[in-house]
């Protein structure tokens, strides 16, 4: 029975440490969030979420040493990951669940609409074989892997053990910078 008090009684401290804690961190910590993340929504959700993960790890055994420096690591990481993800998805719409269609067939003009636009698509070819010596060898790679060879991401991730997300975001800043090089040429012959 002693423990069990004991037991109950601990809990009860914890859980008045955690309450004043939100209450001291709630404000800065949602101005901080709010810098960052431009929709409220979101801003909130990252909140209860940096809150969330507090309650969790405050009850482990491990003690969290500087709590307030804490919290904004945990919510400058969850800021970090909802960004990603928001990145992420124009990419995935681009490609048509990221494995059926392709950049490259979007941006060149088709080899059956006359000797203009054949002579477009050697220029642009020949610029893009340019622009890819440019690229970190990383992200050159996937992107002539699924461009060019017509690999798919999952394929690519089980051969290589680098994650999907990490292979989708390196072909983004490929064709990032890819459509940055190439846009003088694509604005000159009025494609």
Known sequence: MDTTLTSYTLMADQNKRIA?????????????????????????????????????AYRLPETIEQVGAWLYRVARNRIIDRFRKKREEPLAGLTGGADEEFWLEEVLPSQDAGPEAAYARGVLLEALYDAL???????????????????????????????????????????????????????????
């Open 133 to 191: 010596a440019e690229l970190p060898s990383a992200q050159r790679a996937v992107f002539i892997a699924h461009e060019l060879d017509g690999r798919s991401f999952k394929d690519m991730s089980a051969e290589s053990g680098v994650g999907v997300n990490t292979l989708l975001a390196r072909k983004r800043y490929a064709v990032r910078h890819l459509q940055a090089r190439l846009q003088a040429i694509y604005d000159e012959f009025d494609l």
């Open 20 to 56: 004043e804690t939100v209450a001291r961190e709630r404000g800065r910590l949602r101005s901080f969030i709010r810098r960052r993340v431009p929709n409220q929504s979101d801003a909130e959700d990252i909140l209860q979420d940096v809150f969330f993960e507090f309650v969790a």
